[in-house]
């Protein structure tokens, strides 16, 4: 197939490298021209702009940092919607607010193009592997379009209703990961400062009522998961600052709809802190620093 | 065996009954004369205080409201220290701030009394079906010898560590689960609001980074668990009161070590409002109304 | 002087009506015909673009609801940008965000236009009075320009600094009152619990070191204060929405510059749960109904 | 007149010096014999026990580190209410939890000693410049009584209800002091960060809404106020450890009557991470720190 694929950064980059191993046709877009260069090494053909790669595509992707960039993809006079064919499939992976999302798919459908809203989880350790979670907002009928594409580059496809349902399932998850994490940070310093094992506390947590991820699959307590960032440092995993960043697009589209996150507003305030502290390069589990002494 | 058991409320009273059904020869205090008797025509004995039960007792079980009643039952003139025989074990299964347990424990060591601290979770289905988990703080050696009785009540029978340990897991635990519900709190009453399918959202997060307990088996909106409180009024479940007491010893033991709990504490202020409101009787999961429209 | 003014809401148009009361002439643009018929009754001109208000001032002052507004009358196709001569000062009062009023400034400096943000506080009682408080960032010559006519419609006219900083000092401001407010709300109805009578709690507040504007001037317990809006049922007064409004442009500030503002974004929350429970339209001392029983 | 005066600390050693020079013939004890020796040179007559002082006195003051030396000195064996004569009055000024105060109060009452709670504030300087404030919760007789002597011990004598609300007066004060110290120091760092001049931003809050003690005379931006201790390197001033303690005062009487403090909390919280940090001796106003880069 042919498939314009618009962002190739750290998720873009190998994401639509597992595209090329899938053997379609890629017309590529990126303001770096190196990433372009190794891609067309595998087969890959540069396009000149958005609207050029659009042109070319019979589905576009579009993977990009954040909702300024998006808009400015899809919507500018070099834009994927000014090249774009009626009636062509888009799917637009990056994470950003439920309202943009809307509001570009509103644009993409009032001249005839069928946009979703695809976030992803899984971090560049899924997008290599092909192990992504797509988080998909779209009509029924994008969806089964996308789904076999999406599949050859993430492990579950989840339809998660119309178009910006997506971004809402992830804004929504990540806050809960974001309080979790924090709670379980809270828990674990506690527990040592009270004097309990930390490892013997994991576990009755774990096969308890607090049982979550953050504490039986990404603990950050050091030692007690041998495979968690804690256990290296913090080093790699899903870093403070995207964290953040998605805390941030939860409190905006909260605020938007007068919905009170009370719990998530501190977590995104107690990640900011972190950042300030110059931490924010650091896997977002590091937050349980900021419960240890010096 | 005989057994002295002291606090026959909710909880003990269950308890006791399944000690008697194993057989045991139960030696029985508590205040409320009706549930003596409850438990004497089951064959249990009345003692006249905690002295005297003490006294008759191989094994000594306590199962109080509060540290103040457990101070009192064990110190005071007619407590248990006063009777028990020296080399009893003994466990109270109460649930109290760490350092009055280890104070209480340090007592009964002074005059060859080897007493663990066992608090309980489960609720008083737990209790009723003998389906109770047991965290226990004790040493190896008492830990061996509590461990069957434990088993009489209960499941699941975890040695946490030395004398205080077991209400340090408690603590931390509750102290995350109150922080998860919440959590998931705002995260379902949010996605309600941006608008995808609560079941959905709940699916996605159940599978995802953001599952823990408070998602995937007792999820506060309704409906989404059939079996939740949640679904069936918030009656039953484990109390808001509940909750809000343990949340408190959390927060007053983390003051004791100097140990910060932000969320936490945020966490023990939104179910004091929500005592405040009039909602205390209701299961814990009822937070969520606080993130709802009146 | 000839003076183009543009947005006349509650506001803006008493601000006007003192400018036409102190002789000037007045090229007034808004899209409710009501409000320009009814300052043209009192001499003013009915402009039919922000472009042509701008073109016949030797001044430009606007007043809107919120940034997309300001973005919009400045820099669109029919904007003040499009009409106003180079040379002329010009001024925003509404209050926005930092970061787009100094982008809009900066749009405006481009074309030669000195513009300078000068958002107020003092309510609609302070402008109908003229008695408002201008915040002006603006250099020192804008500000010497600015500052007579400002002066016509308010008491204090501060000089702040650079363009952008009366914005930054107006959300620092009311941050700081946010946060005020509801601590006040806390100490008084904890010390109504406790048992103290709250005139005298008050009392001791107002001469120690918990004195504030909101306790000595605007306590929200009813009757503590009898100018207060606490006591004629939290009606008039700065709404509740204006307060969330505010806060949500600090913590939006806060986030573009990383600064964590952990009490502030808790406010926000706080205001935000409010406004849920359907109370946004009382004054933002009515948070206080969130710590007494229903 | 004859006074007994128990607990020479800090704060009562130099209390004690004022009363020895107004005249007084004291009755002193505390454990530590240095302080006792200084006093003694100075006239003052040393006790054996607080029983032995208080039987001595026609007043009884006493002035500890917290509930439990207070307990203690009045209710144990060698205690006060052994030795005083009935019909004494007696005051308390330490800074305990209200519920405390009220107990020792009725146990003094009961065999009939009129005693009352007097907190104070303003440091060891007001205490050594007999300066301070008395919070003063007695009946108005005992008020009446007491008036004169602490007159000689401080500036502002307020009477602020019956037993317990001295206590009650400076927890309300303090809570809401620490919530606004914080909020200043968000404001104060959120302004900075954005760029505008601290020292004009001071000036716009103190004569705007925001103003407050935390901000008009103890600013916690280095070099806004000469006077405060954020000009000094944040050294002398109420500690950091004091503020905790009493915020801790205020969420504990908050969890007893079921109130929530919802910012009090998290500002407890916030002082507890600076005390892990390890600034907890510094000036409370330090809290900045927090909201500075490292």
Redesign the interface.
């Known amino acids: 197939m042919n498939i314009a694929f618009i962002g190739l950064g750290n998720m873009g980059a190998p994401m639509a490298r597992n595209l090329l191993k899938s053997g379609h046709t890629l017309h590529l877009f990126d303001l770096n021209q190196t990433v372009l260069a190794e891609l067309a090494e595998l087969g890959g053909n540069i396009s000149a702009s958005p609207k050029d790669a659009a042109a070319q595509g019979d589905l576009v992707i579009t993977m990009l940092p954040a909702a300024t960039h998006v808009r400015s993809v899809y919507l500018s006079e070099d834009g994927v919607l000014a090249g774009i064919r009626q009636g062509t499939p888009a799917v637009d992976c990056s994470t950003i607010d439920?309202q943009t999302a809307r509001d570009i798919c509103a644009a993409a459908a009032a001249q005839g193009v069928d946009l979703g809203d695809a976030p992803v989880?899984g971090g560049t350790g899924g997008a290599q592997a092909g192990t992504l979670?797509f988080?998909v907002g779209a009509s029924a009928d994008l969806f089964g379009q996308l789904q076999p594409v999406l599949a050859q580059m993430g492990r579950?496809i989840?339809h998660?209703?119309?178009v910006?349902?997506g971004q809402?399932?992830k804004?929504?998850?990540?806050?809960?990961?974001g309080?979790?994490m924090?709670?379980?940070s809270?828990?674990?310093?506690?527990?040592n400062?009270?004097?309990?094992?930390t490892q013997?506390?994991a576990?009755?947590?774990n096969?308890?009522?607090?049982?979550?991820?953050?504490?039986d699959t990404?603990n950050p307590w050091p030692g007690v998961i041998e495979t968690a960032p804690a256990a290296r440092g913090y080093s790699g995993g899903f870093g403070a600052e995207l964290m953040l960043k998605d805390l941030?697009l939860?409190?905006?589209?909260?605020?938007q709809?007068?919905?009170?996150?009370?719990?998530?507003?501190?977590?995104?305030?107690?990640y900011?802190?972190m950042?300030?502290?110059?931490d924010?390069g650091l896997d977002f589990s590091a937050i349980i620093k900021?419960?240890?002494?010096?």
């Open positions: 439920p989880s979670t988080m579950n989840v998660c209703g119309e910006g349902t809402i399932a804004i929504c998850n990540n806050l809960l990961l309080i979790s924090i709670g379980v809270e828990a674990m310093a506690l527990g400062a009270l004097g309990i094992d013997v506390l576990g009755i947590i096969s308890s009522t607090g049982r979550c991820w953050s504490s990404y941030g939860a409190t905006e589209a909260a605020k709809v007068r919905q009170p996150v009370i719990m998530g507003a501190l977590a995104q305030q107690l900011q802190a950042s300030l502290r110059g924010g900021a419960y240890q002494p010096r």
